[in-house]
């Protein structure tokens, strides 16, 4: 028996001075971070391999590459691994020390330093690298894209148009955080010390919903319209008619809320009044989208994202993003950031 354990002397904070406490906040923050980033990034993924098993037959999985091994690197190839079903095969690591990698190497996950390689290879990129690491990796990486591969960032202090530039590229997210006001950020972001047992914690997952965060920290909602746009844009380059795309989106979220007018505006389209004009229309492919402009102007879908707040609860039904903490012989089925979590916010059962 170990009779150290939670001995408040021998604690972090015990040699602290006033001062100091008063930055303890910034490790409730730092966390928070790292368990929303992680979790939007896999609801991203999942949408998206959700969507490919759908319009791709030939080849239905996503292959995912993560550029730096850091504590963001780490913990969200750990979080794509466990939360979101995804197979080692499918996901790639480049980092200078592939070598301190055996945890994964021996999951099956490749691992090596050739961020060219991974380029060519991956369908969606996270960048976890630090600001300073940023402009060289994406100079090397930039023409080794291909047109549809998502760019995923994680690294702030780039603004996202300049990272766009760097890369020549307009596929890229960027999630943008801000802090905002809370009574006790700790109590949710420090319930646990790992990203996967947090996933695992319904309350965190209700603090982490893109469409209703909390827990001191807000999430730009033209986020979420990137990641939509991130959908249509792998139909078009699948060839989709844009009446296919639209069947294909409201299936997949099982509503009838989107439109061609909730992605693009279109006079010609508002001009149409006849089941002919409307047959041409929907026969046609949709534009391709700079994700990068989704997210620094409005949208018809960011309109539709603020004013429709029926929205959240038209997530995939069969979205079985976390297992269950709670019941580890049966999956926890959240249903995206939707109903189940929503119900028991509204009944203060959270």
Same mark, same amino acid.
């Given at each position: 028996?170990?009779? &150290? ?78 939360? #979101? ?9 480049? &980092? ?59 690294? #702030? ?50 603090? #982490? ?26 139909? &078009? ?95 926890? &089925? ?17």
């Amino acid at each position: 028996m170990d009779l &150290t354990v939670n001995l408040t002397s021998l604690g972090f904070e015990a040699g602290l001075s006033a001062d100091e406490r008063d930055l303890l906040s910034l490790r409730s923050r730092c966390a928070s971070l790292t368990v929303a980033g992680c979790a939007h990034a896999v609801f991203a993924y999942k949408l998206l391999s959700l969507l490919r098993k759908k319009v791709n037959a030939e080849n239905t999985h996503l292959c995912v590459g993560v550029v730096g091994a850091g504590l963001m690197g780490k913990q969200l190839a750990t979080a794509l691994l466990s939360a #979101s079903r995804l197979e080692p095969r499918h996901i790639n690591i480049s &980092t200078r020390r592939p070598e301190t990698l055996g945890e994964y190497s021996n999951m099956g996950v490749a691992c090596y330093f050739d961020n060219i390689r991974l380029a060519k290879w991956a369908d969606m990129l996270f960048l976890c690298v630090l600001p300073c690491q940023l402009a060289q990796v994406c100079t090397d990486i930039g023409c080794h894209l291909s047109s549809g591969c998502l760019v995923y960032c994680f690294t #702030s202090a780039v603004p996202l148009n300049r990272l766009a530039v760097l890369l020549n590229h307009s596929s890229v997210i960027k999630p943008q955080y801000e802090f905002v006001a809370c009574d006790d950020v700790s109590r949710i972001w420090l319930l646990h010390d790992q990203v996967t047992a947090a996933l695992q914690d319904k309350e965190v997952i209700c603090a #982490s919903d893109p469409l209703s965060m909390n827990g001191g920290l807000f999430l730009d909602q033209r986020w979420l319209s990137a990641v939509l746009y991130s959908l249509l844009n792998m139909c &078009t380059a699948q060839k989709l008619g844009s009446g296919k795309t639209l069947r294909l989106l409201n299936g997949l979220f099982e509503t009838n809320t989107f439109t061609y007018h909730s992605f693009v505006h279109s006079p010609s389209a508002s001009d149409l009044n006849n089941p002919d004009d409307l047959s041409l229309l929907f026969g046609s492919l949709f534009p391709w989208i700079s994700l990068v402009g989704a997210q620094t102007r409005d949208t018809p879908l960011t309109d539709l994202v603020s004013r429709d707040k029926d929205l959240c609860h038209t997530w995939p039904n069969d979205f079985e993003m976390f297992p269950s903490i709670f019941d580890c012989a049966e999956p926890f &089925t959240y249903t995206g950031y939707m109903l189940l979590i929503n119900k028991s916010t509204r009944t203060g059962t959270t």
